[in-house]
């Protein structure tokens, strides 16, 4: 039997594809999930430096302090990520690095899977307003 958090995933999925049209759709799509996703990871390393997530409060002297954006180049082509930053600038990225334009997604992939399987970070489905959201388990 397929769990719960399955079933939203291929809800969401299902409802994702009613949009799909065409094969730039669908490269558009994964682009758009390949960002959103590595966003989210890089949030999460960030959270792991300071000792605190996002939107939580904290007594450390070190904060965030926005994002910055860079261009990634992928074998689908190219998209724009907000990379988050410290205010401190003592921090950086494991994913995806300062100077790096180029991003392959079985990189992004092995990354996130092993650190899935380290407890690192877990996904889960947001059932308000059904979106993917990720979690960071320190």
């Known amino acids: 039997a397929k769990d719960s958090s399955y079933e939203q995933r291929s809800t969401c999925a299902r409802e994702a594809a009613k949009g799909i049209k065409t094969e730039q759709d669908l490269n558009e799509f994964r682009q758009m999930l390949t960002k ?3 966003e989210r990871v890089l949030n999460s390393e960030l959270g792991d430096h300071l000792g605190y997530d996002k939107h939580e409060s904290s007594v450390n002297s070190n904060s965030r302090n926005g994002t910055s954006r860079k261009i990634l180049r992928t074998e689908d082509g190219q998209f724009q990520l907000d990379t988050s930053r410290d205010r401190e ?8 690095k300062k100077s790096q334009t180029r991003f392959t997604i079985n990189g992004c992939l092995t990354y996130i899977s ?24 320190s």
Do not use: C, N, P, Q
């Open 36 to 38: 959103v996703t590595v």
């Open 114 to 137: 092993a650190s899935i399987k380290k407890g690192r970070i877990t996904f889960s489905m947001d059932d308000s307003a059904k979106k993917v959201v990720y979690l960071a388990v």
């Open 89 to 96: 600038g003592s921090f950086e990225h494991k994913l995806v």
